[in-house]
């Protein structure tokens, strides 16, 4: 079945940074677009970033270009997310998620890492 395992998160201070790390499982990775969503506490789940099936196209949230970058090993079936220059309001639980291969929109997601950005 398919399998969705993050880590990486954490507490960090202002400005700091965290790389979160998803494994994958249960199916053939490199087929399949991948996306970190987030969600705050009150407020709506956003999509963070996605790559797709071959990491030749990445695409991000307007908040956090400049700063985060999405990558995946198509060999040990992992997506990535480098988070630099972290703000108080990136703190969020962080799911990553397979995207369908018609329409994109996640059809698996992860059980979530939280990232919490405070001095």
């Known amino acids: 079945q398919v399998q969705l395992v993050e880590s990486g998160g954490g507490l960090v201070q202002p ?13 053939t990775f490199s087929s399949y677009a991948m996306s970190w969503y987030r969600q705050a506490p009150g407020k709506e789940r956003e999509l963070v970033a996605g790559i797709s099936s071959t990491g030749s196209r990445t ?15 198509n060999v040990k079936n992992t997506v990535d997310l480098q988070m630099n220059s972290l703000k108080p309001e990136d703190t ?9 291969r018609i329409g994109f929109s996640p059809d698996y997601w992860g059980q979530g890492t939280q990232v919490t950005v405070s001095s």
């Open 15 to 27: 400005g700091g940074s965290l790389r979160l790390s998803c494994a994958a499982s249960g199916f």
């Open 59 to 73: 695409n991000y949230v307007d908040s956090v270009k400049g700063r985060f970058t999405i990558s995946r090993d």
């Open 92 to 100: 969020a639980m962080y799911h990553c998620t397979r995207l369908r």
